[in-house]
């Protein structure tokens, strides 16, 4: 029977059926200090240890400061959950990245780059955007704390087994529009509960030319359109990103691994219950305009008017929309003025994020008066980034060069945006007070993030030429960096 | 371990809103705790207190007659986004015991099961009439769990359907990783025995720098 990448790993990892639920084995459980500790309290309350502390990774990254960690954390709240991760993870014999970590980041940047992601394994995480693992091709869910307490303790979780999507993303992208622009696309047309129950497949030639990054953008923000999970059959790009990674297998696992994950994909005619296609060549760039990432339009159209809505629970929401984020009915959304832009996040920090910007911003400044910050998805992206010299451009050009962590995303830290200040972040929600009280946050493309940062004002990043990696001295630093990260600066 | 849920009677409360995201329930600076305990003071945090931690004016679980509401009655996609179960938390904390919705966010609905709070699922119309009726003034249900009944006053009825198994963890309160390792320790032992070199990671050196 023809079967799906994601029935192929669901069926090598259950372990029992009881009703509509199956209990099926986790490969690799990430955690991070936010979501943990009330599980490991749980644990120590009953006597119970973690079963597989060596598939077991917890790292800071929800509330770390982004600014110079040589300095204390301020924030006692955050100072206090940091350390109470690294007692759990002493005592129950886990990993830890944590807040000093040359592989410290974004949980859902580092599992890829440390290669604890690997195709065909089972992760969950404490976190709803563990979806991202998707991109390689592993099955990844998001999980609540209790379920974390039960994962520790059994290296098992319970889940219904979700409904399946097929969302077919066909052509190719035009200049300046990219994955970012495709997801935030998808789930515009699908609603905030359009993929509710079940798991998201990107599939079709779009998916296939992206780059194992850009496909983490998009499995990233399946969650935003109600998905349980995303995934994309694994291929070369993803094998080629993992190889060498430091957890990632080698030797004659790696040769055993490769076996395994070729057979890893999608048979002809493996049915699906819902499907949804996209050309994506008929994308410009998007960017939200309201206060979930449905509310989203091109960067050249006008925000929607509530008289259009005939229904009245509809025109409320648009309207009650338009006044938090301080925007008049039909008004165009580019060239409203802004105040911070955000380059970070697990959707959109990684090093090819980073480096689209830099090609835009290559020569230019940041605009008067704009805050523009750009957190690195991890150290190791920050340290690749500086290799390569990117770091100097964003200087140049008026950026701050921070250090890694979740930052203005949540809001857990100091990078936050104040009461009425209107942001173009790079991240996932665009939920009312997210980025701190009273936030307006426009979600949106790397690209258009950084035209925006230029202008001072929302802008459409296609009037803007890109510069080309050789035109800005730049040489690429491919995937895992050859391992020459491993030798220290300079030296390589 | 959550207790058992068997029946709940009790008033319900109007909250006429789609898409009420967990950052809402409880935003993230109520995150950083380290104990489950207390956290129906930030339920809805930034709909009922100002910048400055003063109480606003109207929300509807500060409204007189609904402050002793233990069912809320909401729209579409209620609990959508983040996975903090301090969403679940918090609501009971602060008293509720039951939602109904015409949509839950998956893993809103999941924790709400680890934890006892009731989610139930009925289609839109039913939910907008029950949202309808709360909102004209006190209504008070009488939900049973055993038969999926919700009780209206009046003596009409209507039906919910739970999966079999949110229904008896419901019903019984389980300790589910009691469960889990009882009946299930030896199928775990057999995957790990089995389990392939290259599904555990490597044994990584971090590089000295």
């Given at each position: 029977m023809a079967k799906s990448v994601l029935e192929k790993i669901w069926e090598d990892?259950?372990?029992?059926?009881?009703?509509?639920?199956?209990?099926?084995?986790?490969?690799?459980?990430?955690?991070?200090?936010?979501?943990?500790?009330?599980?490991?309290?749980?644990?120590?309350?009953?006597?119970?240890?973690?079963?597989?502390?060596?598939?077991?990774?917890?790292?800071?990254?929800?509330?770390?400061?982004?600014?110079?960690?040589?300095?204390?954390?301020?924030?006692?709240?955050?100072?206090?959950q940091m350390r109470t991760l690294a007692k759990n993870a002493r005592e129950f014999s886990i990993t830890v990245f944590d807040y000093f970590s040359p592989w410290q980041g974004i949980v859902h940047v580092v599992g890829p780059e440390l290669g604890l992601t690997v195709p065909g394994i089972t992760i969950v995480c404490g976190d709803s955007h563990t979806s991202t693992h998707g991109a390689l091709g592993a099955l990844a869910?998001?999980?609540?704390?209790?379920?974390?307490?039960?994962?520790?303790?059994?290296?098992?979780?319970?889940?219904?087994?979700?409904?399946?999507m097929e969302v077919r993303m066909e052509g190719r992208f035009k200049s300046h529009t990219s994955a970012k622009d495709a997801i935030l696309y998808v789930i515009r047309e699908l609603g905030t509960g359009g993929m509710i129950g079940h798991a998201a497949e990107f599939r079709g030639e779009a998916v296939k030319n992206m780059s194992v990054e850009e496909r983490m953008t998009i499995c990233n923000m399946a969650i935003e359109?109600?998905?349980?999970?995303?995934?994309?059959?694994?291929?070369?790009?993803?094998?080629?990103?993992?190889?060498?990674?430091?957890?990632?297998?080698?030797?004659?696992?790696?040769?055993?691994?490769?076996?395994?994950?070729?057979?890893?994909?999608?048979?002809?005619?493996?049915?699906?219950?819902?499907?949804?296609?996209?050309d994506?060549?008929?994308?410009?760039?998007?960017?939200?305009?309201?206060?979930?990432?449905?509310?989203?339009?091109?960067?050249s159209e006008t925000v929607p008017e509530p008289r259009q809505?005939?229904?009245?629970?509809?025109?409320?929401?648009?309207?009650?929309?338009?006044?938090?984020?301080?925007?008049?009915?039909?008004?165009?959304?580019?060239?409203?003025?802004?105040?911070?832009?955000?380059?970070?996040?697990?959707?959109?920090?990684?090093?090819?994020?980073?480096?689209?910007?830099?090609?835009?911003?290559?020569?230019?400044?940041?605009?008067?008066?704009?805050?523009?910050?750009?957190?690195?998805?991890?150290?190791?992206?920050?340290?690749?980034?500086?290799?390569?010299?990117?770091?100097?451009?964003?200087?140049?050009?008026?950026f701050e060069w921070r250090n890694s962590g979740c930052s203005m995303c949540i809001a857990?830290?100091?990078?936050?945006?104040?009461?009425?200040?209107?942001?173009?972040?790079?991240?996932?929600?665009n939920f009312e007070n997210r980025a701190g009280p009273g936030s307006r946050v426009h979600l949106a493309s790397p690209l258009t993030a950084a035209a925006s940062a230029l202008e001072g004002k929302i802008?459409?990043?296609?009037?803007?030429?890109?510069?080309?990696?050789?035109?800005?001295?730049?040489?690429?630093?491919?995937?895992w960096i050859e391992r020459n990260i491993l030798k220290p600066l300079g030296g390589g | 371990m959550p207790e058992p849920v068997r029946r709940i009677v009790g008033k319900a409360a109007p909250l006429e809103m789609d898409d009420v995201d967990t950052d809402q329930i409880i935003p993230a600076q109520f995150l950083k705790v380290l104990s489950r305990k207390g956290l129906g003071k930030y339920l809805f945090y930034r709909w009922r207190f100002d910048e400055d931690g003063r109480p606003k004016q109207g929300f509807i679980l500060d409204q007189e007659e609904y402050r002793d509401a233990v069912i809320l009655v909401a729209g579409r996609n209620f609990g959508i986004g983040s996975s903090r179960e301090n969403a679940v938390w918090a609501l009971m904390d602060f008293g509720i015991k039951c939602v109904i919705a015409s949509s839950f966010g998956d893993i809103f609905y999941g924790n709400s099961v680890k934890n006892g709070l009731l989610c139930i699922k009925l289609d839109e119309e039913s939910v907008k009439r029950l949202r309808g009726m709360a909102a004209?003034?006190?209504?008070?249900?009488?939900?049973?769990?055993?038969?999926?009944?919700?009780?209206?006053?009046?003596?009409?009825?209507?039906?919910?359907?739970?999966?079999?198994?949110?229904?008896?963890?419901?019903?019984?309160?389980?300790?589910?990783?009691?469960?889990?390792?009882?009946?299930?320790?030896?199928?775990?032992?057999?995957?790990?025995?089995?389990?392939?070199?290259?599904?555990i990671p490597s044994k990584a050196v971090m590089p000295i720098e």
């Open positions: 990892h259950t372990l029992a059926k009881r009703g509509d639920e199956y209990l099926l084995y986790v490969d690799r459980h990430l955690t991070h200090e936010v979501t943990s500790p009330i599980a490991f309290e749980g644990l120590r309350a009953r006597g119970r240890r973690v079963r597989r502390p060596d598939l077991t990774f917890a790292l800071m990254d929800h509330n770390v400061p982004t600014s110079d960690r040589t300095l204390p954390v301020r924030d006692e709240n955050s100072r206090e869910f998001g999980i609540g704390t209790s379920e974390g307490e039960h994962v520790f303790a059994t290296q098992t979780v319970w889940m219904r087994r979700p409904k399946q359109g109600g998905a349980r999970t995303a995934i994309v059959e694994p291929d070369d790009k993803v094998y080629s990103y993992l190889e060498g990674a430091p957890y990632a297998p080698s030797g004659e696992d790696w040769t055993e691994a490769r076996k395994y994950w070729e057979t890893l994909k999608t048979d002809d005619g493996a049915r699906f219950d819902k499907s949804y296609k996209l994506v060549s008929r994308l410009e760039p998007q960017i939200t305009w309201g206060t979930n990432p449905a509310m989203c339009i091109g960067v809505f005939g229904d009245s629970s509809q025109r409320r929401i648009v309207e009650r929309a338009l006044e938090y984020m301080g925007l008049s009915p039909g008004q165009r959304i580019e060239g409203t003025p802004i105040d911070v832009v955000f380059i970070g996040s697990c959707t959109n920090a990684r090093l090819s994020d980073l480096v689209m910007v830099a090609r835009l911003v290559k020569g230019r400044r940041v605009a008067q008066g704009v805050r523009a910050m750009i957190v690195p998805g991890s150290m190791l992206v920050k340290r690749r980034a500086e290799r390569m010299g990117l770091h100097r451009v964003f200087i140049e050009a008026g857990m830290n100091e990078d936050r945006l104040g009461p009425g200040e209107r942001g173009v972040l790079t991240s996932n929600r802008a459409d990043p296609r009037r803007y030429s890109l510069a080309g990696l050789d035109e800005l001295g730049l040489e690429w630093v491919s995937p | 004209k003034g006190e209504l008070t249900l009488d939900i049973d769990v055993e038969s999926e009944t919700i009780k209206l006053p009046g003596g009409e009825t209507m039906s919910f359907r739970l999966e079999p198994n949110v229904k008896k963890r419901l019903l019984e309160g389980l300790d589910e990783i009691e469960e889990t390792l009882r009946g299930y320790e030896a199928k775990i032992r057999e995957y790990e025995a089995k389990m392939r070199p290259f599904k």
